[in-house]
C-alpha cells in the first residue's frame, strides 16, 4: 500500500489567540449545527448509545470545515451517539474552555479540530487534559508535530498530507501555463506575473501550499525553457498575501484583491496574470473582485486563471462554468468517514485504531509508519491544460 510522506511543521511562533468571539457559547437547537458557539447534535431522535462525545471545530464559518461537519453529523446520528459540537470562532481560549467543560461534564471522547497549530502547544494542551481525563483523543484536519501523538497512546490524528495540495496544485498550474501560455501573458512580456492568497502564517497545510504552488509550477516552467512566476509586487519580499485573521475568509482575498485592481490592471499594462489561492474560498473571493471588472464572468472573453484547494461545491461549479481554472479535493465526506470508524471503535470497546488497515498511514522522517496518523488523500479537479 502506498504511502504519503508526513511532513510536520513545528514552528516557534507561540500560542496566541486569534481574531474571532470568545466566551462561553451557548447551545443552540439540537441537530441544526447552526449559530455561534455550540450546536447540539443527535437530531435524528435515533439515539441507541450512552457515550458522549464533543466535536470542537476551530471555525463554523469556513467553508471547507463545514462539509465536513456536515457529512460527520449525518454519520453521528447514523452511529445512535451522544453528540455536540462547538465553534471555536478561530479563537484557542474559546475551545480550550469548551474542551475543558466537556470534560468536566464527562463527556467519553474529543474530536478536536485544533485552533492553533504554528506550534504543538495548543495540541498538547488537550492530549494532557485528554490523558488525565482518561478519555481518548481524535484530531482531524489541523496537522501539528507528531510529538503529540507520541505522547499520547489513546490520541490520534485524521488528515492530509500537509505538502500533497501544495504539490499537485503547482504541478496542475505549471502545466495549464505551458498550454496556455500567450492567452495568459496579457502584456506579452514573456512573465507570468500572479498573486498569492495565503491562509494563515504558521499553519502547515498554509506554509506547504503557498511555497509548493509556486515552486512546483516554476520547476515545469523552468524545465520547458519558460521563466519563472513573477509575483506582482517587487516590493512584497514574501510573496504572498495572508489573511490577517486567520480564517483563509473570501472577504481577505475579496479586499486584497479590489486594492491591487486599482493600481495592478490591462489599463497599466501590469496586470495580475494569475491567481493562485490557499483554499477555495479565498479564491472565489479573489473572483469576486475580478467581476466587478468584467473578468472571470461566464461566458465572458477575459478570463484570469484562478486556482484553489477543497474542490468545495461552488468552485467545482466555477470550474464547470470557465469562471475558475482548477482545484485540489479535500475530501470532507472521507475525513468524516474515517473520524466515524474511530468513534465507533471507541463505542464498541475496541482499541482507538482496530479497524483501520484500509488506510493511509503518514510515515515520519525515519520511514516508518505512524500508528495512529491517517493520511485522506487529495485529487485534482479542473485545471486541463
Given at each position: 500500500m502506498k504511502k504519503y510522506l508526513a511532513l510536520a511543521l513545528a514552528a516557534t511562533m507561540s500560542v496566541g489567540l486569534l481574531a474571532g468571539c470568545g466566551g462561553t457559547p451557548a447551545a443552540s437547537n439540537p441537530g441544526s449545527g447552526s449559530g455561534s458557539g455550540s450546536s447540539a447534535g443527535s437530531g435524528s431522535g435515533a439515539q441507541t448509545s450512552d457515550l458522549k462525545v464533543g466535536v470542537f471545530y476551530?471555525?463554523?464559518?469556513?467553508?471547507?470545515?463545514?462539509?465536513?461537519?456536515?457529512?460527520?453529523?449525518?454519520?453521528?446520528?447514523?452511529?445512535?451517539?451522544?453528540?455536540?459540537?462547538?465553534?471555536?470562532?478561530?479563537?484557542?481560549?474559546?475551545?480550550t474552555d469548551s474542551i475543558n467543560t466537556a470534560i468536566t461534564d464527562g463527556y467519553d471522547l474529543l474530536i478536536v479540530n485544533v485552533v492553533e497549530n504554528a506550534s504543538p502547544e495548543a495540541a498538547q494542551g488537550v492530549v494532557d487534559v485528554a490523558k488525565n481525563a482518561g478519555i481518548p483523543v481524535i484530531f482531524f484536519n489541523r496537522d501539528f508535530d507528531v510529538s503529540v501523538l507520541q505522547s499520547y497512546e489513546n490520541s490520534a490524528f485524521v488528515g492530509t498530507d500537509p505538502a500533497e495540495a501544495g504539490h499537485m496544485q503547482g504541478k496542475a498550474i505549471g502545466e495549464y501555463l505551458l498550454a496556455n501560455y500567450d492567452a495568459v501573458d496579457l502584456n506579452g512580456d514573456g512573465e507570468i506575473s500572479y498573486v498569492m492568497f495565503k491562509g494563515q502564517e504558521g499553519n502547515p497545510e498554509a506554509e506547504f501550499r503557498t511555497q509548493f504552488g509556486v515552486e512546483d509550477a516554476d520547476a515545469v516552467l523552468?524545465?520547458?525553457?519558460?521563466?519563472?512566476?513573477?509575483?506582482?509586487?517587487?516590493?512584497?519580499?514574501?510573496?504572498?498575501?495572508?489573511?490577517?485573521?486567520?480564517?483563509?475568509?473570501?472577504?481577505?482575498?475579496?479586499?486584497?484583491?479590489?486594492?491591487?485592481?486599482?493600481?495592478?490592471?490591462?489599463?497599466?499594462?501590469?496586470?495580475?496574470?494569475?491567481?493562485?489561492?490557499?483554499?477555495?474560498?479565498?479564491?472565489e473571493g479573489a473572483i469576486a473582485a475580478l467581476q466587478t471588472v468584467g473578468y472571470n464572468m461566464e461566458g465572458g472573453s477575459k478570463t484570469i486563471p484562478v486556482f484553489g484547494?477543497?474542490?468545495?461545491?461552488s468552485a467545482v461549479e466555477k470550474i464547470?462554468?470557465?469562471?475558475?481554472?482548477?482545484?485540489?479535493?479535500?475530501?470532507?465526506?472521507?475525513?468524516?468517514?474515517?473520524?466515524?470508524?474511530?468513534?465507533?471503535?471507541?463505542?464498541?470497546g475496541e482499541e482507538l485504531m482496530a479497524n483501520t488497515d484500509q488506510y493511509i498511514l503518514a510515515t515520519g522522517e525515519d520511514g516508518a509508519e505512524i500508528a495512529n496518523k491517517i493520511l485522506v488523500p487529495y485529487s485534482l479537479v479542473g485545471g486541463e491544460a
Open positions: 476551530y471555525n463554523f464559518a469556513d467553508a471547507y470545515i463545514s462539509t465536513v461537519r456536515a457529512a460527520m453529523d449525518a454519520k453521528l446520528d447514523a452511529l445512535g451517539v451522544q453528540y455536540q459540537n462547538f465553534d471555536a470562532q478561530t479563537n484557542q481560549a474559546t475551545q523552468t524545465a520547458a525553457g519558460k521563466p519563472a512566476l513573477k509575483f506582482y509586487d517587487a516590493n512584497n519580499a514574501d510573496k504572498y498575501l495572508v489573511d490577517q485573521t486567520g480564517a483563509w475568509s473570501a472577504q481577505a482575498a475579496t479586499d486584497y484583491m479590489n486594492t491591487i485592481l486599482g493600481q495592478y490592471n490591462e489599463g497599466n499594462g501590469n496586470m495580475i496574470e494569475l491567481v493562485i489561492a490557499n483554499n477555495d474560498n479565498m479564491a484547494v477543497d474542490a468545495l461545491a464547470d462554468a470557465g469562471i475558475m481554472t482548477g482545484t485540489v479535493k479535500q475530501d470532507g465526506e472521507a475525513m468524516a468517514a474515517t473520524i466515524v470508524t474511530l468513534v465507533e471503535n471507541v463505542l464498541n
